[in-house]
C-alpha cells in the first residue's frame, strides 16, 4: 500500500423514485434557480425531464433550461450554457442525463467564474478556482461523472478533446435511480460497460505491483459488469442487474479503486479521446477497439498483471488468451473491436497518433507515449 489522499464530498441518493426529490434536495441547499443541463431528447421522452421539472416547482427551485448537449460535449455549446447562466443569474447547475451531460454541467459550473479563455482549463494553461454546485440525476452507467472531479469536452475547433480536474467539481449531491436506465439502447449499455471497465483496467496494469487490495476490487467490479450487462441486454427493465451495473461504473471511477495503488496511467482514455475528437464516435465503442490492442502493446511489459488478468476474469493461463476472451465479450455484447468497426480507416492512425501524443504531452506521459509508440498501439486494431 502506497501513500495516498482519498476524499470523496459526493453524496449519493440510490433508488427508485429518487429523482422526484431533486428539487427538495436543492431547495434544502438553499438553491433558488438552478441552469438545468440536458442532452438532445431522451430524458425528455422517458419522462425523467418532466419529473424533475415537477419536483423543482414544487420545491419553489427556478429552473433555467440549457437543452442539446450531443454525446460528445463541445466546447461551444457549453460556452453558450455560461453565456445562459451568466445572463439568469443562477446559483446551481443541474445535470440531467449521462456522462457527456454531467460534464458539460461542470464545465459550464466552473467557466461561469472563469476569466479569459475557458480552453486554458483544459489544457492545464489556468486552475479551476470556483465553480457553482454541481447536482446530477443520471440516466446512463457508463462515465462515472457523478461522483468524480472530472469534466471531458471536445473543442471542435483544434480537433481536440481534453479533460478538466478539480475538487470545486465533485457534484455536491447525485440521484441515481437503476429504472432511468431501463430505456437506455443495448449498443450503448454495452459501451457504457466497457467505459467502465476501461477506468478501472487504466490503473490496475500502469500501478506499481503487489497492491492486491486494489486488484481485486477492481476484478469484482470487471466481474460485475459483465455479469449484469448480459443480463441488462437480454432483460432492459431487470432492475437488480441495472442497479448493480449502474454503482459499478460510479465505483469504477470515484477515485476508490486506484487510492494507494501509487502512480498509474490513463493512456486507453488518451488514444480515445483523439479517436472521438476527430471522429464523433461514441467513447465506450472507440475504448473497446483501443483497449484490447494497447494490451496486447503492454502485455510485453507487465505480463504478470496481464497473467493475473486472464486467471482471474476469464480463467484462463496465458495473457494473450486472457485479452482474446475480453475481445470476444466485446464483440457478444455489440461493441466494435476493430478502427473498421468504427468506420476509421488504417490511413488515419498516423494523424491520430499526433492527435494523442499531444494529450499524452498534457497528462505528463509523452515520453512513454510518442506518436510513434501510438501508431504502433494502433495497428493492433
Known amino acids: 500500500m502506497f501513500d495516498f489522499e482519498f476524499h470523496n464530498p459526493t453524496r449519493i441518493l440510490f433508488g427508485r423514485g429518487r429523482e422526484n426529490e431533486t428539487g427538495g434536495e436543492l431547495a434544502a441547499d438553499g438553491v433558488k434557480r438552478a441552469l438545468l443541463v440536458s442532452g438532445r431528447g431522451s430524458a425528455e421522452r422517458s419522462g425523467v425531464l418532466g419529473r424533475v421539472r415537477g419536483s423543482l416547482a414544487a420545491a419553489g427551485v427556478d429552473a433555467v433550461e440549457h437543452p442539446g448537449v450531443v454525446a460528445n460535449p463541445v466546447l461551444p455549446h457549453a460556452l453558450e450554457g455560461i453565456a445562459l447562466a451568466r445572463e439568469a443569474g443562477v446559483d446551481a447547475v443541474l445535470a440531467v442525463g449521462g456522462g457527456s451531460v454531467i460534464d458539460e454541467a461542470k464545465t459550464i459550473a466552473c467557466g461561469i467564474f472563469h476569466q479569459g479563455d475557458i480552453w486554458d482549463l483544459f489544457r492545464g494553461r489556468a486552475e479551476v478556482k470556483r465553480a457553482l454546485p454541481v447536482y446530477t440525476v443520471l440516466t446512463l452507467a457508463a462515465a462515472g461523472s457523478e461522483m468524480n472531479k472530472n469534466a471531458v469536452i471536445t473543442n471542435p475547433a483544434t480537433r481536440q478533446k481534453y479533460s478538466v480536474s478539480s475538487k470545486h467539481l465533485f457534484p455536491r449531491l447525485s440521484i441515481l435511480n437503476p429504472e432511468l436506465t431501463f430505456t437506455v439502447p443495448a449498443d450503448h449499455t454495452a459501451y457504457g460497460a466497457v467505459d467502465a471497465i476501461a477506468h478501472v483496467l487504466e490503473a490496475y496494469f500502469t500501478k506499481k505491483p503487489g497492491t492486491r487490495l486494489q486488484d481485486r476490487l477492481v476484478e469484482a467490479i470487471v466481474l460485475t459488469v459483465m455479469e449484469n450487462t448480459e443480463k441488462a441486454i437480454a432483460a432492459p427493465d431487470d432492475y437488480g442487474a441495472r442497479a448493480a451495473l449502474m454503482w459499478a461504473a460510479t465505483l469504477a471511477l470515484n477515485g476508490l479503486t486506484p487510492a ?46 496481464h497473467v493475473r488478468f486472464a486467471r482471474k476474469i476469464f480463467g484462463r493461463d496465458t495473457a494473450e488468451e486472457g485479452i482474446a476472451a475480453l475481445e470476444e465479450w466485446f464483440v457478444r455484447i455489440g461493441a466494435p ?43 493492433r486494431a
Request: charged share 20%.
Open 337 to 379: 473491436v476493430r478502427l473498421a468497426g468504427v468506420d476509421i480507416a488504417a490511413e488515419r492512425v498516423p494523424e491520430i497518433a499526433e492527435n494523442a501524443a499531444g494529450l499524452a504531452r498534457v497528462w505528463g506521459i509523452g515520453e512513454e507515449y510518442p506518436a510513434a509508440v501510438i501508431e504502433e498501439i494502433l495497428a
Open 260 to 305: 494507494g495503488a501509487g502512480p498509474y496511467g490513463f493512456p486507453n482514455h488518451m488514444i480515445e479521446h483523439a479517436m472521438s475528437a476527430m471522429f464523433d464516435i461514441p467513447h465506450g465503442a472507440g475504448l473497446a477497439v483501443v483497449l484490447p490492442a494497447w494490451m496486447r502493446w503492454h502485455a510485453e511489459r507487465n505480463p504478470e498483471q
